[in-house]
């Protein structure tokens, strides 16, 4: 199987940390940012083949940030995962054009499951 | 003689002394007393008396002549009658008095007086003619009814006072609640509006009363939502509770307003008219607001590094090593199962908190009923490792609901029966279709709950007192999910023994 790039953004460090940590078994390129700000340009560059997004960053949200991909003619169709602990997160993630979202705390398997069948 | 005094009297005796007979016989035949007194002797001396007068007084005629009318009077001297007559003897006029006298037994009666004077040639007062009336029945009668009037005018005032008592004790309620009061009448025009309304609003008493509610502050009040209220509402619905209305208003901006309205059905000049309530609920649901605002970003926050815990132990568990014994093993399974206890306490607070807010967010939608119950079951009997949840029945139906919400019920249900079963293996799930109900029970074979305490386990924050000490919990589980079922509107109940178990039972309506 072809290496994919994965990009991962949340605020909090712990987030990232437990993300890398799971996600580097899978094989994959893990890019991990904790400042969403800097994503535009950095999706832009890399073309990831999948991005996981955290809801409420400072600055930029996570939906704000998912509706700038969903109307980019070159990214839109870049499967985003959005992973929440907030109440009405799910109903945010699709309203923005979320692929799937995950509420935290979230089960690390089902995580796995959901990043392999959106490579797919 | 058959003249007397010049023709005017003609009688039929044959002398003077006949006709003077006559005459006495005609006066003692008179029901009126009548007297004559003689003025031109010392102190007016009463010279004659007919028989009424005798019977009027009770003295007899040989104690009556020789004194002056004013034996009569006893000693009830201050009337202002004897000044009356005293002035109309020296002036030599008549008059009428009704002057207190009393009978020879000391009886007081009522003398209704008339007096005249008689006059000589010369126009001297020679006598005075006295004709009296025994009024005392009238008198009585008279007095009795002014006493009945100033007693009816005294409880007159006493009532109007009662009145003006309970209107200023109304009035002082009505001043005092901190709820915006309109009394409108038939046609919406404002007859009263209290002081709480005028402040809210920032007007005037002179800009409000008499004004139609629509035209206020230059037609400000010309609320959509308040029209409807008034008029397709109200005649129908009357009194209406609650009824929320929002209008930004030009001088004091966005009001949240609560109104309840009541249309005086009583027959009377109150009829039709209309007592409008306004309660400003702007600042409250603000404060509401920024609660649940609270109490969310609490729960993220709280929430994400409880993530990170449950990932980590999860990355654990997937990599204990092989040496490892079996209780190092089991005590990462329970540190997974009390993080998952944190993050449900900290979901259930938070929807502890819109609840009661009303906040609650039902997002609807068909289901399958059955799929739904089997795989939360599944779920929970994944990590319910003592226990064997036993799946019976199928509705084959859906269901227009809060998936999530249900799974919320169900799974409470579930880990409730794992809860208070710790010696028992055995939990059944039952589900079937019950009229345009489905039905799920969960039975379990625990402890049971007190007969006094099936009622209260829906209340909020209740825990029954011998439970607590074995179970620790914060009684917010089952007020969840009555109200969730309630939402649905579905009914939740249990039944119960003390020491067999519990069936906890609810019903959705079908699609």
Not at chain 2, 211 to 220: R, T
Not at chain 2, 235 to 255: A, L, M, S, Y
Not at chain 2, 465 to 479: C, D, H, R, S, T
Request: glycine share 6%; hydrophobic share 40%.
């Amino acid at each position: 199987m072809k290496e994919k790039k994965i990009i991962i953004c949340d605020d909090d460090p712990g987030i990232i940390d437990l993300l890398e940590i799971i996600l580097e078994d899978t094989g994959h390129n893990i890019i991990a940012e904790m400042n969403s700000i800097n994503i535009p340009s950095l999706i832009d560059k890399e073309i990831p083949d999948l991005l996981i997004l955290d809801l409420w960053m400072p600055v930029v949200s996570g939906d704000q940030l998912l509706k700038m991909i969903r109307k980019h003619p070159k990214l839109s169709g870049i499967p985003v995962i959005i992973i929440s602990a907030s109440r009405d997160g799910e109903e945010i993630a699709n309203q923005a054009g979320a692929s799937t979202f995950l509420s935290k705390p979230f089960d690390i398997d089902k995580l796995i499951a959901t990043v392999e069948a959106h490579l797919n | 003689m058959n003249k007397f005094l010049k023709g005017k009297f003609d009688f039929s005796g044959t002398s003077i002394n006949d006709n003077f007979e006559l005459l006495t016989k005609a006066l003692d035949a008179s029901i009126s007393g009548i007297i004559i007194t003689d003025n031109l002797q010392e102190d007016n001396p009463i010279v004659y008396c007919n028989t009424a007068f005798e019977t009027i007084t009770g003295y007899s005629r040989n104690e009556i002549i020789g004194h002056n009318c004013r034996f009569l009077q006893a000693q009830d001297r201050s009337q202002k009658e004897r000044e009356i007559l005293a002035k109309c003897v020296k002036e030599g006029k008549e008059c009428r008095v009704d002057i207190r006298n009393y009978r020879k037994n000391g009886d007081l009666f009522y003398n209704e007086l008339f007096m005249s004077p008689v006059k000589d040639v010369d126009g001297n007062v020679t006598h005075f003619i006295g004709v009296q009336n025994d009024v005392t029945t009238r008198k009585n009668a008279e007095h009795d009814l002014r006493q009945q009037k100033s007693l009816m005018e005294k409880k007159i005032e006493e009532r109007t006072a009662d009145l003006r008592d309970s209107e200023s004790f109304l009035s002082s309620i009505i001043e005092t609640v901190r709820e915006g009061l309109l009394v409108l009448d038939p046609n919406f025009n404002v007859i009263s509006a209290n002081y709480h309304f005028l402040k809210t609003f920032k007007v005037s008493a002179e800009e409000t009363v008499g004004k139609e509610l629509y035209k206020l502050g230059n037609s400000q009040w010309d609320i959509p939502q308040l029209r409807e209220l008034l008029i397709k509402i109200l005649p129908t619905n009357n009194p209406v509770v609650d009824f929320e209305v929002e209008h930004d208003f030009p001088h004091i901006g966005r009001k949240l307003m609560l109104l309840n309205a009541y249309r005086i059905e009583l027959e009377g000049q109150y009829k039709d008219q209309i007592l409008l309530a306004i309660e400003d609920i702007t600042e409250r649901k603000d404060i509401e607001r920024r609660k649940d605002d609270f109490l969310s970003i609490a729960s993220h926050e709280l929430k994400t590094p409880l993530t990170t815990i449950k990932g980590f132990i999860q990355v654990l568990q997937k990599s204990v090593p092989e040496q490892a014994n079996d209780k190092y093993q089991s005590v990462l399974d329970k540190v997974a199962v009390y993080v998952d206890r944190l993050n449900n306490l900290i979901s259930e607070l938070l929807d502890v908190s819109r609840i009661q807010t009303g906040n609650i967010e039902l997002h609807k939608a068909p289901f399958n009923f059955d799929k739904l119950i089997t795989e939360a079951v599944e779920a929970i009997q994944a990590t319910a490792h003592g226990h064997k949840i036993i799946l019976k029945g199928s509705t084959n139906a859906e269901v227009i609901g809060d998936e999530s919400h249900i799974i919320q019920v169900i799974n409470n249900l579930l880990s409730n029966a794992i809860k208070y079963a710790p010696d028992s293996k055995i939990i059944e799930v039952n589900i079937a279709n019950i009229s345009e109900y489905v039905k799920v029970s969960v039975k379990d074979y625990g402890v049971g709950i007190n007969s006094e305490d099936t009622k209260k386990v829906f209340e909020r924050f209740y825990r029954g007192n011998e439970v607590q000490k074995k179970f620790p919990g914060m009684g917010i589980g089952l007020y969840i999910c009555d109200q969730i079922i309630k939402n649905h509107q579905g009914t939740l109940w249990v039944e119960s023994e003390k020491g067999q178990g519990s069936v906890f039972s609810f019903t959705l309506p079908k699609n």
